[in-house]
């Protein structure tokens, strides 16, 4: 069952109101009555309701506990990912939010086929970000991944983290879990389809980054994206990186 981020805390009695969307959804597609028992989480904390009332408008609940949320990822990860065509974003926005990436920060690079422009840019920004929240619920994370506007290449890869990477397959050594710091803020660039100009490999070089390439097939971006995101942050997670 999805866990809903609660818009505000419980009252001083453990009263929870819940309305708009949300509300529709648990009264409508869960069915969900009085007596029933609902996951909801605040940021860095989970919690089960008891519904006292539901209806399409309004869901009242009472919380039953609430208990700090398991430790997250060591690492804040955030993915640079290269705009894919068709409507592959919100794929690798499902993904990252699942695995547990902090934030992705859509890039637009010399190859990209997709072209965000004015109302259409802000639009599609609203769709993904709306895809970040409902990923939340689904997987149960505590805060959605961030998903910021987004930037042309040369300005995205300058964040301020520890380590860049850029997955490009020019790269002679590929990257491994041991490549993740046990803590602190990293990235990586994924590029379009066509793959990053050497200009822009070199580029992201300049800025700090450092060429990995993905031991394996020749990988669409939104499996690149994904298998990246593993293996940057499970090891760390788990304990196993240095």
Not at 106 to 118: D, H, T
């Amino acid at each position: 069952m999805p866990r809903f981020p609660l818009p505000h805390e419980p009252d001083d009695q453990g009263q929870v109101i819940l309305s708009g969307p949300d509300a529709t959804h648990i009264a409508g597609s869960l069915r969900l009555r009085a007596g029933d028992r609902l996951p909801a989480s605040r940021p860095g904390r989970l919690l089960e309701l008891e519904i006292t009332h539901a209806s399409s408008s309004e869901i009242a609940a009472t919380v039953l506990y609430d208990v700090p949320e398991p430790a997250p990822p060591r690492v804040d990860l955030t993915l640079l990912v290269a705009l894919p065509k068709k409507r592959l974003m919100e794929s690798i926005i499902e993904k990252a939010s699942e695995i547990g990436v902090r934030a992705l920060q859509p890039v637009i690079a010399e190859r990209c086929i997709a072209k965000l422009e004015g109302e259409r840019s802000e639009a599609r920004l609203a769709k993904w970000r709306r895809v970040a929240e409902e990923s939340q619920k689904q997987c149960g994370r505590t805060v959605p991944l961030i998903v910021e506007p987004p930037l042309p290449l040369e300005h995205a890869v300058r964040g301020d983290w520890m380590r860049l990477y850029v997955l490009h397959e020019s790269a002679k050594a590929p990257l491994t879990s041991g490549d993740a710091p046990s803590e602190g803020g990293i990235a990586a660039l994924i590029g379009p389809e066509g793959g990053l100009s050497p200009a822009e490999v070199r580029l992201a070089g300049h800025a700090g980054g450092l060429v990995r390439r993905l031991n394996t097939n020749i990988l669409k971006v939104d499996t690149a994206a994904s298998v990246a995101a593993a293996i940057l942050i499970a090891a760390p997670w788990s304990g196993g990186a240095r």
